[in-house]
Every structure is written in structure tokens, then in C-alpha cells.
């Protein structure tokens, strides 16, 4: 099994401030790499698929990068209705999520 | 707009059984896999189980092999989980996801409450 490590878990922000999120695979996925947020009351979405294209109705702020092993999202300028819970995920074998990120006003 | 109604939900004692809904619209279903994907309260998401468009073949990890079974009736839109001697560990927010196979999955349900206690 691909096992996805999530960093950091807590990441406390500034709002307009730009904030990274990196995943590690524990082998190459190939860029079969998606990026979902989820709110407070439990509503998930995808923000990116395949490591970097955004997906429809996604603010541009948003963007995701990488290849092998090594992935990262990144806000450009954060906005109070991004502070919520971010999970990668990989679909390259099967499906495992990393532990998530909780994106917090600092 | 692609929706995703889960349903079945409860509380239910250890080793009984539950099976859950998803009703899809706005999509062809029966050209898209769908996966059942959980969440226990405050961790992180697991991947329980997905089926082929026609349900033809089916996937579980280790966890609910044996226990959980995973299908669908294409003629109405619906997605089912039945799970089957349920365990404390069990207790999540399952969520049906529509599952694009080339891109993971896309869409999303609400979620629906699983609680497996005596």
C-alpha cells in the first residue's frame, strides 16, 4: 500500500498570507494526486486533480505542484473562507488519503 | 449540477448490520465507478470500498473485506453499502463519491452517520 504523509498537520495563518501544504508518497505516484478541502460542517470538494490542474469553480489561488513522491498545494492569498481541514490523496494504487492539514487563522 | 444523497444511516449495535444509499443525479451514472469513502469523528478518511460502472467487479481494502459489500442498480441511480457484523471501529461519516477513474474522485455526498455502540 502507498502511504501518504501530510505536513504540517496544524498550519497557522495570516489572511492575504500565501500558505504551502506539502504530501510525501512512500513511492512514486506518478502525479495521480488530488487536493480536497473540507469545511466544518463536512462538505468535502476537490480543489486539484492530477497534481495541478484546478478544478471548475475552484478560486485561481489555489494551485498544486509536484511529481515522484513529493507534492505540495499552495494559497496564494488567504482568504477567511479557506480555514478549513486539506487532504491529499493518491489514486495511483488504489486510494489512501493523507492525515490532513488544519489551515487556521494565526 | 452532479448530486449525491447518502441515506441508511444510525445507530446500531455491534455485530448487527446497516446498509446505506446514494442516490445520483445530474450525471450518466452507469458510465462512472463510484467508492465509499469513511470518516471516523475527528480523524482523518479511509477508502472503503468501490465497483465498476456496470458492477461488474468490486474493491474493499483489508479492513471491511468479508464484512461490507458494495453495489448498485444502475436502472435508478443508486449506490449501496451493506455492511454486515458492524464493530465499534466502524463508527464514521460515509461518504459516496462519484470516482473518475483517471482523475480519482471527483464529487462528493453530505455524508451520513454511522454509530456502532451497544
Known amino acids: 500500500d502507498i502511504q501518504m504523509t501530510q505536513s504540517p498537520s496544524t498550519l497557522p495563518a495570516s489572511l492575504g498570507e500565501r500558505v504551502t501544504i506539502n504530501c510525501r508518497a512512500s513511492?512514486?505516484?506518478?502525479?495521480?494526486l488530488n487536493w480536497y478541502q473540507q469545511k466544518p460542517d463536512g462538505t468535502i470538494k476537490r480543489l486539484i486533480y492530477y497534481t495541478s490542474n484546478l478544478q471548475s469553480g475552484v478560486p485561481s489561488r489555489f494551485s498544486g505542484s509536484g511529481s515522484g513522491t513529493d507534492y505540495s498545494l499552495t494559497i496564494s492569498s488567504l482568504e477567511p473562507e479557506d480555514l478549513a481541514m486539506y487532504y491529499c490523496?493518491?489514486?495511483?494504487?488504489?486510494?489512501?488519503f493523507g492525515a490532513g492539514t488544519k489551515l487556521e487563522l494565526k | 449540477e452532479v448530486q449525491l444523497v447518502e441515506s441508511g444511516g444510525g445507530l446500531v449495535q455491534p455485530g448487527r448490520s446497516l446498509k446505506l444509499s446514494c442516490v445520483a443525479s445530474g450525471f450518466t451514472f452507469n458510465n462512472y465507478w463510484m467508492t465509499w469513502i469513511r470518516q471516523a469523528p475527528g480523524k482523518g478518511l479511509e477508502w472503503v470500498a468501490s465497483?465498476?460502472?456496470?458492477?461488474?467487479?468490486?474493491y474493499y481494502p483489508d479492513s471491511v473485506k468479508g464484512r461490507f459489500t458494495i453495489s448498485r442498480d444502475n436502472a435508478k441511480s443508486t449506490l449501496y453499502l451493506q455492511m454486515n457484523s458492524l464493530r465499534s471501529e466502524d463508527t464514521a461519516t460515509y461518504y459516496c463519491?462519484?470516482?473518475?477513474?483517471?482523475?480519482?474522485?471527483?464529487?462528493w455526498g453530505q455524508g451520513v452517520m454511522v454509530t456502532v455502540s451497544s
Open positions: 490523496q493518491q489514486y495511483a494504487s488504489s486510494n489512501t
Open positions: 465497483i465498476t460502472n456496470t458492477g461488474g467487479s468490486t
Open positions: 513511492r512514486g505516484i506518478s502525479n495521480n
Open positions: 463519491t462519484r470516482d473518475d477513474v483517471h482523475y480519482g474522485l471527483d464529487y
